[in-house]
């Protein structure tokens, strides 16, 4: 008998507003390294036809440039729409005890709100931070 072979698929796509500021800093190597919690929800109609809502918290994390944006242009509860994969993180404590944690690798993240507009246009995010990258000069944003 042969070997189910499953393909290797790890990709999300995750919307949600986030939960505290963005957690900015630098790796060692000097690195960018931005943290955030997003909080997503999910409406489903319960088996007593009543409308119920569950709500979701993950971690996410961008590196680079990636993170030098939503570090700027992210704080407490911004709307984005965040594309990665699911990373299990592992380390040791202080005193040896092993911890572990399922995050979010963010390959893209897309503003979904503007600031408000009485805010000068040099102080717009970009509607898409799509790793990392800015839209050109006079390019459409969406």
Known sequence: MSELKLPEINRLLLSGRLTRDPD?????????????GLAFHRH?????????????YVMVMTYQRLAEVCGQYLNKGSAVLVEGRLQMREWQGPQGAQGTRLEVRAENVHFLERKADTESSLD????????GQRPAEGEDLF
């Open 44 to 56: 489903y109609r319960a088996r007593d036809g009543s409308s119920a809502e569950h709500t979701g």
């Open 124 to 131: 717009q995010p970009p509607a898409r931070a799509a790793g």
């Open 24 to 36: 900015k800093r630098y790796a060692g190597d000097g690195t960018a390294v931005t943290s955030f």
